[in-house]
């Protein structure tokens, strides 16, 4: 069992940044970042090999977000810059064992969600 919880939700005004944080009690998984924006389905926003020498990114956000993790504090990290009010949408952070791309049925493990509100 890997316990997955993030951090670092909010309020954020359109064109600003805010830092998503994501803490799992093994840093042996390859890690992803999703969302769900209301009354949408849940979508894959970026994702992290084990190692942190690969990432993969949706086209919405590439460019814009940039995934990140530090190993020996089994943390992931999600820097969301030039925010947009389409960014709006609970955020959530997920752990597998064969992939850091999309496909949200091969991640094993989920955090509950934080909320990322992106005003206009």
């Known amino acids: 069992q890997v316990h997955v919880v993030e951090s670092g939700g909010g309020l954020v005004q359109a064109g600003g940044s805010l830092r998503l944080s994501c803490v799992a009690s093994?840093?042996?998984?390859?890690m992803g970042w999703f969302r769900q924006p209301p009354g949408k389905e849940r979508e894959f926003v970026a994702g992290?090999?084990?190692?942190?020498?690969?990432?993969s990114y949706a086209d919405s956000v590439k460019g814009r977000f940039t995934i990140s993790r530090d190993n020996a504090k089994n943390s992931v990290f999600l820097q969301m810059d030039s925010a947009q009010p389409d960014d709006t949408a609970v955020y959530s952070c997920?752990?597998?064992?064969?992939?850091?791309?999309?496909?949200?049925?091969?991640?094993?493990?989920w955090g509950q969600g934080i909320q990322v509100t992106v005003s206009s």
């Open positions: 997920a752990a597998s064992k064969v992939t850091w791309k999309t496909g949200q049925q091969l991640y094993d493990y």
């Open positions: 093994e840093h042996t998984y390859h």
């Open positions: 992290i090999s084990a190692s942190g020498g690969q990432t």
